[in-house]
């Protein structure tokens, strides 16, 4: 009796750990390459709430393991990290990989949108599912997108002259993300720059920069508020545009359930930061005022002549993409009809 006993017992406890074995490899873990750090906003209020959603949605069998800050490699390498499989998702921010994303520019041109928004909900209309730029860029670099975040329209910062008119563009050294906000600076007089968040700093410190076109709400993240001495609060000179995208050997490997939360996460993740951002646009002007950094507005009648100047960037933009066989034409009016106007 005592040897049947202990033989059932034995029986027991080896489906037990097959059981155990079979909810191990039940759950999924995905490596998430992220080049911003954890003091930027963009990761607490998208990259937290993406990972927090799906580990709610999967009850915990999904699982994300973040690496921000370049741990797994640089911006500009975020694609080559997915598609070689070092991450399995990453956050592409497409002006630092021109060559391979520059339809995606379309949101970073000047007076395209009010809020972010507005100019995230239109990106993700034209990167995900069979939107232009998704057929044109995103599928053929092997890479399906998961949340799509534009910023708030971005502003001028400067060490030394405030910017109250538009001949104060001219001449001056300004940090660009690239792409089109190449094209926005070139049009002001300005000299564009082309540089990442973090080198900001040093270079303005260094006296290599005049100021930079930025969305305010990042002053902080990369101390700027330490050498900028002024922003112009009432210009629209663009955005940035980052993105989530999933590797598709990856996204192939997974249960059509698990797609659908790491869909249903990127949304609510986008969401999230865009309705953040907005709400907090004007909070950043008070607050860097109170660190020395005085909010001023353009000149009476100077920001029609801005205006004016920056009339030709979209029309240029598309047509230096046509004339190299990429759809810019089409883009910008895809774009244009996501917005609205």
């Not at 991450?87 to 339809?103: R, V």
């Not at 599928?139 to 998961?146: A, I, Q, S, T």
């Not at 089109?180 to 040093?202: F, H």
Request: charged share 25%; glycine share 8%; proline share 4%.
């Amino acid at each position: 009796m005592k040897s049947k006993f202990t033989k059932a017992a034995m029986a027991g406890c080896a489906v037990l750990a097959l059981q155990g074995a079979a909810l191990a490899q039940d759950k999924v873990v995905l490596k998430f390459a992220d080049w911003m750090s954890l003091s930027h906003y963009t990761v607490s209020q998208a990259a937290v709430p993406f990972m927090d959603k799906v580990k709610e949605l999967s009850d915990g069998k999904l699982e994300i393991q973040h690496f921000p800050a370049e741990q797994l490699g640089k911006a500009k390498d975020a694609l080559s990290l997915v598609q070689s499989g070092v991450a399995d998702i990453a956050n592409i921010s497409p002006s630092y990989i021109p060559d391979k994303f520059a339809l995606t520019s379309v949101a970073e041109l000047p007076a395209m949108f009010g809020t972010a928004c507005e100019g995230s909900k239109a990106v993700a209309k034209l990167v995900e599912g069979d939107g232009i730029i998704a057929e044109r860029e995103y599928k053929p670099n092997n890479v399906h997108v998961l949340t799509s975040i534009a910023y708030a329209p971005y502003k001028v910062g400067t060490v030394k002259k405030a910017i109250r008119k538009a001949d104060d563009f001219r001449g001056l050294k300004l940090r660009t993300a690239g792409g089109a906000m190449d094209l926005t600076a070139a049009a002001l007089g300005a000299i564009s720059v082309r540089m990442p968040g973090p080198d900001i700093l040093p270079s303005m410190t260094r006296g290599t920069l005049d100021g930079a076109l930025f969305p305010l709400q990042s002053v902080r993240v990369f101390d700027l508020q330490t050498v900028l001495k002024h922003q112009t609060t009432d210009v629209s000179l663009g955005s940035f545009v980052t993105t989530y995208v999933i590797s598709d050997r990856v996204w192939q490997t997974l249960s059509e359930e698990n797609r659908k939360i790491l869909t249903e996460a990127g949304h609510f993740a986008a969401n999230a930061h865009c309705a953040y951002v907005d709400a907090e646009e004007p909070k950043a002007i008070e607050s860097l005022a109170a660190d020395g950094v005085a909010p001023n507005t353009m000149d009476e009648g100077e920001l029609a002549i801005i205006e004016k100047e920056l009339a030709g960037v979209q029309q240029q933009w598309a047509k230096s993409l046509d004339d190299r066989g990429r759809p810019g034409s089409d883009t910008l009016k895809a774009f244009v009809e996501a917005v609205g106007k």
